[in-house]
């Protein structure tokens, strides 16, 4: 088996969505979830350019490109909105983690 | 040698991101996680997508890193006015031993690894799809430019792109929701008394603006495009106003609102224009495509940077 | 795809809303709602018509950008996307008629949230994009698009309660999202399209599809708030205001349903087994029971409407193993097949109606007494009959009696559970029934019993009563055209049409 860029970064994809799906879930405070949701997604992003790297012809596959480009605008938007609403609620109630509810 | 450095870039990604969730404090995971985006970028110009990487450290890095710079100020100010809670923070990791039984952690984690695991074989085992470069390509010369990323961005795929920008005001008005509709607290411009920063952020404003114009017109044949010229332009607008110019509050009302909607305004009635005129939404004329483009990206870049000055501002009030 | 007919109506669907939420950010508070209810109507009458051109022509699709698939994207409205589209566009109205009156009547005492009408015009060019969608990552950016402006209509009210289930809720959302981008990013690596109908053509079984299968449905079902993920949505639905409770149940939650029934019917048919079917069945039979029995234990109003939501929603999810065969059948002689899908749709359209009104009349409860609790509805028919009557006729549908719409749902199911020999069902479709009718009865005894101390309430706008006893009523006439609309979306290539299992998924466990 041949191991070269594409295998190394298709692998970190898989870990990286890993931590970042553990850490959504495992971490407590607000920032930090919000973080694992950016990890979670830069291993989806990850996956996506390595294809295009293996499938490149004269240049690498346009198309993954300008999906993840689509997609970290689409995430970071949604990051800041959580972010927001973070803050937010941190600052009416003083809370920066859901609790002991789920 | 590649596979070296490959291997290197990736430990060191995979480390970052796992320090992001452990890091005792929550400073050092921000920090951290700032150096996470600039591996990642190098990770993505290892993989040739240049396009992807200044993206990254524009967006994903920078301007999220700073919202969140900013949050840790607002999470730690009255921390610090209340020291028994202080102490909580410092102490606070992802996985706490005492809020965690060991049995579910144990089978959270099992679950994760056995996840990881089945993920790991699927990605290994992924066919050889092939992709759709060849078809780019081919249809290169009649998309009006000449650097595929942008013609899949802005021609082929201009719909998601389209939405996109959308994405980016609804953004911006969720942010107002959560925020209770406040409008911004300084009224009037109040620069920055430190001569200092006054000076680099006079020095840096023309700079950012010329290399984010620069961005977005090599957009056309080399990596950059209008949303990596935006969060340069929109550097500019957080600059000014950490400076103290809060140029955004200060513009009437009906400007700023012009502002943000103008790019995805454009590109919507460029879209219906194209669908009276007896083409698909979004079908340039060949002849004029090119033109076109930039223009729509010249504008889509002014209302994101917009947003991008606006949520910086409404956030920091 | 070139034998389809072209029209400019798919582009429209999508741009108008969101034409009109972008002109609506120039107008003052009272403009916005003006150019709401209008837009409503106007974008209601688009959709009217998409469904007499699809009725006429069949599916309707849309090249954009004159770019074929893969390289481009397509937009495509078959019959079962302009019900979905004709059924937002009904409730839309309805909820755009009670907002403007709801956010006038308020003015003084909270405020007129003036971000309402820009955000709900954003969500539905969202909701008919993603209707429309024929591509894998489009879905994606419609989806987020949803959920964004969904989690910002519900934290409108800043209430620390709002914020706090609107942001358990986007958390909810990303993970699902992401999920399901993952799923994608394996399937247009191991292709190279996005293309739903290339898709179907060109993905072959094997480890790859399996796990992106997975990682989508569990995406899926995170967005939809199926069994074990449903935690965020009674406090989000609930802590919402009450319009925007009325979009977030009847509407937003369906459109992560849709997805999953196009993906699973058109994409990846080929690397289901029997046994996957069952188990979204079970988180259906699941979040039957459970979200009945916890709206029975519950004492506001919008959290018992709401937990209902997720019982509701697990009906849904129930119609799914009747889909798969199991080895040895063949779906061309499967005669369930029809009935399975009549329930699937009508019971989206009956809890689409249903909920509506009844969150929309939480909301005049909300408005006359200041809270929910329950055993304020005392004596609700003497002081607000027509609202009693919505609740009433709304709560008759979810429970399934005859001749509402949720009947007639219920009643297929029940029919297609024993055509298939899959009996196990059955008693899950009856107990949620059982349960329901507990909780809608214990509603309306307490509305006809007489008060012990009179509440003071105050008087609420007679439209918006209307508004939600014509949305009740509602739940009830999609019984008439029950049998013209089963012919119409006959016309779907997806519906009616099952899965053929195989013995094994994709290839765990084999090569």
């Known amino acids: 088996m041949k191991i070269g860029t594409y295998e190394i970064y298709s692998l970190t994809s898989a870990i990286l969505f890993a931590i970042g799906l553990g850490g959504v879930f495992l971490a407590k405070h607000f920032l930090r979830k919000i973080i694992a949701t950016i990890i979670m997604g830069a291993g989806v992003f990850l996956c996506f350019v390595s294809f295009a790297k293996r499938d490149a012809l004269t240049f690498a596959d346009p198309i993954p490109h300008a999906l993840v480009i689509t997609g970290i605008v689409v995430a970071v938007t949604a990051a800041a909105f959580a972010l927001s609403l973070a803050r937010r609620i941190h600052k009416l109630t003083g809370e920066d983690t859901f609790g002991n509810e789920k | 040698m590649d596979i070296l450095i490959d291997s290197l870039l990736a430990i060191l990604t995979i480390y970052l991101a796992f320090r992001c969730m452990l890091a005792p404090k929550l400073s050092k995971a921000v920090f951290v996680f700032f150096a996470f985006g600039l591996m990642l970028a190098l990770a993505w110009i290892r993989l040739g997508a240049v396009d992807v990487a200044i993206a990254e450290a524009a967006i994903a890095s920078g301007f999220m890193g700073v919202l969140m710079l900013d949050s840790l100020r607002d999470f730690s100010l009255i921390f610090s006015k209340n020291q028994e809670r202080l102490e909580e923070t410092a102490s606070k990791i992802p996985i706490k031993k005492d809020s965690y039984h060991w049995t579910t952690a144990l089978a959270l984690g099992l679950g994760l690894i056995l996840f990881l695991l089945i993920s790991i074989q699927a990605i290994w085992e992924v066919p050889q799809g092939g992709g759709l470069t060849a078809i780019a390509e081919a249809n290169l010369p009649m998309s009006g430019v000449e650097h595929p990323v942008t013609a899949v961005l802005l021609n082929y795929r201009a719909y998601d792109t389209w939405l996109e920008i959308g994405v980016i005001l609804m953004g911006l008005l969720a942010i107002f929701a959560a925020g209770g509709l406040k409008q911004y607290r300084k009224p009037g411009l109040a620069p920055a008394q430190d001569p200092l920063l006054r000076k680099t952020i006079l020095i840096f404003t023309p700079v950012l603006f010329l290399f984010g114009a620069f961005l977005l017109y090599f957009g056309k044949m080399g990596p950059g495009g209008a949303f990596q010229a935006a969060v340069l332009w929109g550097a500019i607008g957080i600059l000014l106003h950490l400076g103290g110019w809060t140029v955004f509050t200060v513009i009437p009302r009906r400007m700023r609102q012009i502002l943000v909607t103008i790019g995805l305004g454009f590109f919507m009635i460029l879209g219906f224009t194209q669908m009276a005129t007896g083409g698909a939404f979004f079908e340039y004329p060949p002849a004029y495509a090119g033109f076109l483009i930039l223009v729509v990206e010249t504008l889509a870049a002014i209302s994101i940077a917009a947003a991008l000055t606006a949520i910086f501002a409404f956030l920091t009030k | ?511």
């Open chain 3, 1 to 511: 795809m070139k034998e389809f007919p072209t029209s400019a109506l798919p582009a429209l669907l999508v741009g108008l809303p969101m034409l009109l939420a972008t002109m609506s950010l120039f107008f003052r508070v009272k403009g916005r709602a003006l150019l709401g209810v209008l837009g409503s109507f106007l974008v209601g009458s688009l959709a009217f018509f998409a469904f007499i051109e699809v009725a006429k022509y069949g599916t309707i699709i849309h090249i954009l950008g004159g770019w074929e698939p893969p390289l481009g994207i397509l937009l495509r409205i078959d019959p079962l996307a302009a019900v979905f589209i004709g059924l937002t566009a009904i409730i839309g109205i309805f909820i755009s008629l009670y907002s403007w009156w709801y956010f006038r009547a308020r003015i003084a005492s909270i405020g007129r949230f003036p971000l309402f009408w820009p955000l709900w015009f954003f969500l539905w060019a969202g909701l008919n994009g993603l209707f429309l969608s024929n591509d894998l990552f489009n879905l994606y950016v419609t989806i987020e698009v949803i959920t964004i402006c969904a989690v910002a209509l519900a934290v409108l009210s800043g209430e620390a309660k709002a914020l706090k289930a609107g942001l358990r809720y986007l958390l909810a959302a990303i993970i699902g999202s992401m999920a399901y981008l993952f799923g994608v990013a394996l399937i247009y690596g191991s292709t190279g399209t996005l293309d739903l109908n290339l898709l179907g053509e060109v993905l072959k079984p094997g480890n790859t599809k399996t796990f992106a299968l997975i990682v989508i449905t569990l995406g899926l079902l995170i967005k939809k708030a199926a069994f074990p993920f449903h935690f965020w949505l009674p406090p989000a639905h609930s802590a919402a205001l009450a319009p925007v409770s009325a979009l977030l149940s009847a509407l937003v939650v369906k459109g992560a349903f849709y997805m999953m029934l196009r993906l699973w019917t058109e994409v990846f048919e080929v690397s289901l087994t029997f046994a996957a079917g069952q188990l979204i069945g079970i988180t259906g039979a699941a979040a039957v029971l459970w979200g009945s029995w916890q709206a029975l234990l519950q004492t506001n109003f919008k959290l018992l409407v709401a937990h209902s939501s997720v019982a509701q929603m697990g009906y849904l999810l129930m119609m799914f193993p009747l889909l798969i065969m199991a080895p040895g059948q063949d779906a061309d002689s499967a005669e369930w097949l029809a009935p399975a899908w009549t329930a699937g749709i009508f019971q989206v359209m009956a809890h689409a109606f249903a909920k509506a009104s009844l969150f929309l009349s939480a909301g005049i409860v909300v408005m006359a007494l200041g809270h929910d609790r329950i055993e304020s509805l005392r004596d609700l028919v003497a002081w607000m009959p027509m609202t009693a009557m919505a609740i009433g006729i709304a709560g008759v549908s979810l429970i399934g009696l005859p001749p509402s719409g949720g009947f007639l749902a219920k009643w297929m199911l029940l029919k297609g559970v024993f055509l298939s020999g899959q009996w196990w069902w059955a008693p899950a479709i009856l107990a949620g029934s059982l349960l329901t009718a507990g909780y809608v009865f214990m509603l309306l005894r307490l509305a006809f019993a007489p008060a012990r101390v009179k509440d003071p309430f105050r008087p609420v706008p007679k439209i918006l009563q209307v508004c939600a006893l014509l949305l009740a009523l509602g739940s009830f006439l999609i019984v008439i055209p029950a049998e013209n609309l089963i012919q119409f979306l006959e016309g779907s290539k997806s519906f009616g049409s099952g899965i053929e299992s195989i013995m094994k998924g994709g290839g765990y466990g084999n090569e």
